[in-house]
């Protein structure tokens, strides 16, 4: 394993037990646009065949077969695709995201950072209203929309991350 692997490893599985934490410590709160939980930590790859059997194999967990997600609304116009596949053990799901097909958050994040963390990912009540809070936040929203009941926000000059929002019925 690389170092840069172990260091992977290492921030995910730190941030898997601190959201477990922070979700005890947070209950009983009013309720907030972003009050759902957290579902999973979104690693953009340049290979997911190759990243899966690498993280099947830390985590000893079965690699699924990566799927390409249809294009999906891109603000502006267009749409984007990827191929994906999830790895789930336990309370946690790691998503393994591969940018294909042209310009795409997965892609722009690949070339000004290389393999990494992309997002994080949490279910919520009402998409369109969490949008228009992270909006509110300096959010950008740079994929998807409240109709198709998710959307990418980049958060990265306020947060360092973007944050995937999720309706109720989308996915696991």
Known sequence: MTRRSERLLIGIV?????????????RGQDTHPIDGAL???????????????AFGDAFGVEVPPPTVAPGV???????????LT?????NYRIELL????????????LDEHGEGVHHLGFRVA???AAIAFLEDRGGRLVLGNA???????DMTPELGVTIEVMGPNLGQ
């Not at 601190?18 to 410590?25: M, N, P």
């Open 73 to 83: 609304p891109v603000p502006g116009g267009g749409a984007a695709q990827v191929k």
């Open 126 to 128: 009402d998409v369109g």
């Open 147 to 153: 109709e198709v009941d998710f959307g990418y926000m």
């Open 39 to 53: 579902t999973h930590v979104g690693v953009v790859v340049r290979d997911v065949e190759t990243s899966a059997r």
């Open 98 to 109: 591969e940018p294909v097909g042209g310009p795409s958050p997965w892609q722009r994040y």
């Open 14 to 26: 730190g941030f898997a037990l601190g959201s477990a934490l922070a979700t005890q410590v947070a």
């Open 86 to 90: 999830n790895l789930v053990k336990n």
